[in-house]
């Protein structure tokens, strides 16, 4: 009588580990392509800035049209339902902005979208301009 001390066995391919990596790199090429998509916007004349640099990507960038009007995520916006907006994200004095007005925009219009962001707690606030030269 012969003893084993090591059956053979037959090799068995475990598919639950491979599912788990599988889904592993389907959310990690998601959370890539989705940092890829750019945001919405607007095609605005920007102000020229020889001091013009480039800044991290904002949460909301406002698009000032011409007319006064304020497109957020391609939403218009009263200055009322922006405050309302920003006010109900999550932490608005975390949130960061960009503001992009037209270079034909009133002064005046620029000012009021820049106060109704302070209202509603935003202090990260960035003025989208093209880079001359």
Known sequence: MTRRYFEARKG????IP???IMLFLLV????ITLQMIPDKG??????????AKSLPRPH???NIEKDGTVTVK???????GLQQML????????TQITIAA????PFQDFIHVMDTCQKAGVSDIGIAAKASG
């Open 12 to 15: 068995r391919v475990e598919i």
């Open 18 to 20: 491979m599912i788990d």
């Open 28 to 31: 990690f090429f998601i959370m």
């Open 42 to 51: 607007l095609d605005l004349q920007l102000p020229a800035s020889s001091q």
């Open 60 to 62: 909301y960038t406002l």
């Open 74 to 80: 391609g939403k218009h916006y009263t200055l009322a």
């Open 87 to 94: 006010v109900g994200d999550k932490d608005p004095a975390k």
């Open 102 to 105: 037209d270079r034909t925009v």
